[in-house]
């Protein structure tokens, strides 16, 4: 079900410690209205300055889904840091960090990283899976995975059948770095 007015359609997190164990999150929705978006259809986590941390082990996010007119992180959105300015990013500083094991993030959907959207902070995705989610919309990127000024750590993840309708499907990255992908 949609929540309109805010981030968050299954889990809203801020400045808080967040663990997810053993779980499903579906078929939820981040609405704004008006001029805004709604980020993070499934779970937003907001661990800017540093404060926070987020993690998910054993935990399935399908069939979520973000704003369609701007919205970021379909699935997930971290949020390490800056100003909020619409997304369904995980927004935070480059020091809070977010652990995902073994999780599988699916059929979610968004206009910037359909599955999951990462915004200036560090996360961890090991033995996980991201795969036929979509980036939707005229300027959409990120399929997968969205990240802006951000790290990403992989280890043992398949990333496949992610789509866009305009750019990349697996992983957009602007300013960003991904290591440990093995």
């Known amino acids: 079900e949609a929540i309109p007015g805010g981030n968050g359609g299954g889990i809203y997190s801020s400045l808080a410690t967040l663990s ?3 779980s499903t999150i579906a078929d939820t929705n981040a609405t704004w209205g008006f001029s805004d978006t709604g980020d993070g259809g499934g779970v937003y986590v907001d661990i800017s300055s540093g404060i926070g941390s987020a993690d998910f082990t054993d935990t399935t996010f399908d069939g979520n889904g973000a704003d369609i007119g701007n919205g970021a992180g379909g699935g997930l959105v971290v949020f390490g840091g ?41 996360v961890s995705l090991t033995n996980s899976t991201v795969a036929n989610n979509t980036a939707q919309g005229t300027n959409s990127d990120g399929g997968g995975v969205y990240l802006y000024s951000a790290v990403l750590n992989l280890t043992h993840v398949t990333i496949a059948y992610n789509h866009t309708t305009a750019s990349t499907g697996g992983i957009y990255v602007t300013t960003e770095d991904v290591s440990n992908s093995t």
Do not use: I, K, M, W
Not at 93 to 120: H, I, M, W
């Open 20 to 22: 997810v164990v053993r």
């Open 82 to 122: 800056g100003l909020v300015g619409g997304s369904v990013p995980v927004h935070g500083a480059a020091d809070g960090e977010v652990t995902l094991n073994r999780v599988t993030l699916s059929n979610n959907q968004a206009v910037y990283g359909g599955g999951l959207f990462v915004d200036r902070a560090t």
